[in-house]
Nanobody
Framework: VQLQASGGGLVQPGGSLTLSCTAS????????MGWYRQAPGKQRELVAR???????NYPDSVKGRFTISKDIAKNTLYLQMNSLKPEDTAVYYC?????????WGKGTQVTVSS
């Protein structure tokens, strides 16, 4: 499975961005998909996950600001990010875990700075 992420960029604090991740296969059959991020010098961390039944979960650091969603018809995962903070600066990756292996997109840079 190939995952193509896009939508990153430079945004001012308080701004918004929407990330997209398009899969090369139908995503409807997968148990869950998610977004992770990795800032310089830090470990990769989960920022949002959505199950096949559209149950979502977020860490406290982004809860209420980030929204994960998916479009089954387009095989695309989204991450709507609002009220962005400088500490949200990182490379964001989409993730598709399967029994055989974890699939990762290439990553898209999000920089929050004035």
């Amino acid at each position: 499975v190939q995952l193509q992420a896009s939508g990153g960029g430079l945004v001012q604090p308080g701004g918004s961005l929407t990330l997209s991740c398009t899969a090369s296969r139908k995503i409807s059959s997968f148990v869950s998909m998610g977004w992770y991020r990795q800032a310089p010098g830090k470990q990769r961390e989960l920022v949002a996950r959505i199950t096949s039944g559209s149950i979502t979960n977020y860490p406290d650091s982004v809860k209420g600001r980030f929204t994960i969603s998916k479009d089954i018809a387009k095989n695309t995962l989204y991450l709507q990010m609002n009220s962005l903070k400088p500490e949200d600066t990182a490379v964001y990756y989409c993730n598709l875990p399967t029994v055989a292996m974890d699939y990762w997109g290439k990553g898209t840079q999000v920089t929050v700075s004035s």
